[in-house]
C-alpha cells in the first residue's frame, strides 16, 4: 500500500518559474527522501529531511517537512528545462524488525523552454 | 567502475523460461534491494536484504527468487517468466533499509512474450 502520495501527479511549467510538489504520508517517520527519475533512468537521491528538521535546501531545491500534519514539500526554484523528470517521495516503513523505503507514485514534471 | 551495474539492460524472453537479472555494487553496502516499475504502480518492493545471506520478501515477491551469497551481488530470478512480469526492474543499495539513501542502477527492461 501507498506510504508516500505526491500531489500534483503531473506540472507542467515554463523555464524559470518555480515547481512545488507535495507528499503526503499516514503514518510516523523518521525520515522523507526525494528522488527524480529522468526517462528511461533509475532513481537519483535528491533530499533526505529528517523528522527533527523542518526544512533544508540543496542548491535550487528546498524541501519542507510538517509532521503534524504528515506532509513534505519540495520546491525548485528558477526551473530549467533539465528538471524535466518524474519526482518520488519515499518514507520508510518497518517490516519485521528492519525498514524500508515506501515510494509513492511519483508526479511527472515537465519544464518548458 | 564504481558503483551500482545491472545487466541485461534489455532482455526479451518467452513465458515459462528461467530469466536472471544481476545486480552488482562496489559500495560494500549492506542493504540491496529488487523493485519493478510498472505505469500506474510506481515503484514496488519486490525482495530485499540486509546483509550476505539475509533476505526478506517485499510488497510483490511471488514469481520471484532472490539470493546473496556475496555482499556484492544480489541476482533476482524469474523462475517460469509469466507476461505479467513484463516491466523495468530496478536494483538499488544502500548502507540501511531507511535511514539513508538508496542508490539505484540504470534498470533492466524485461518483455516476457
Known amino acids: 500500500s501507498q506510504q508516500g502520495e505526491e500531489d500534483p501527479q503531473a506540472l507542467s511549467i515554463q523555464e524559470g518559474e518555480n515547481a512545488t510538489m507535495n507528499c503526503s504520508y499516514k503514518?510516523?517517520?523518521?525520515?522523507l527522501q526525494w528522488y527524480r527519475q529522468n526517462s528511461g533512468r533509475g532513481l537519483v537521491h535528491l533530499i533526505l529531511?529528517?523528522?527533527?528538521?523542518r526544512e533544508k535546501h540543496s542548491g535550487r531545491l528546498r524541501v519542507t517537512l510538517d509532521t503534524s500534519k504528515k506532509s513534505s514539500s519540495l520546491l525548485i526554484t528558477a526551473s530549467r528545462a533539465a528538471d524535466t523528470a518524474s519526482y518520488f517521495c519515499?518514507?520508510?516503513?518497518?517490516?519485521?524488525?528492519?525498514?524500508?523505503?515506501?515510494f509513492g507514485k511519483g508526479m511527472k514534471l515537465t519544464v518548458n523552454p | 567502475d564504481a558503483g551500482i551495474t545491472q545487466s541485461p539492460r534489455y532482455k526479451i524472453t518467452e513465458t515459462g523460461r528461467q530469466v536472471t537479472l544481476m545486480c552488482h555494487q562496489t559500495?560494500?553496502?549492506?542493504?540491496m534491494f529488487w523493485y519493478r516499475q510498472d505505469l500506474g504502480h510506481g515503484l514496488r518492493l519486490i525482495y530485499y536484504?540486509?546483509?550476505?545471506?539475509?533476505?526478506d520478501k517485499g510488497e510483490v515477491p511471488d514469481g520471484y527468487v532472490v539470493s546473496r551469497s556475496k555482499t556484492e551481488n544480489f541476482p533476482l530470478t524469474l523462475e517460469s517468466a509469466t507476461r505479467s512480469q513484463t516491466s523495468v526492474y530496478f536494483c538499488?543499495?544502500?548502507?540501511?533499509?531507511?535511514?539513508?539513501?538508496?542508490?539505484f542502477g540504470p534498470g533492466t527492461r524485461l518483455t516476457v512474450l
Open positions: 503514518t510516523s517517520i523518521n525520515n
Open positions: 538499488a543499495s544502500s548502507e540501511s533499509g531507511g535511514y539513508n539513501e538508496q542508490f
Open positions: 529531511i529528517r523528522s527533527n528538521e
Open positions: 519515499a518514507t520508510p516503513r518497518t517490516q519485521g524488525g528492519s525498514e524500508k523505503l515506501v
Open positions: 536484504s540486509a546483509a550476505a545471506d539475509i533476505t
Open positions: 559500495w560494500s553496502h549492506s542493504y
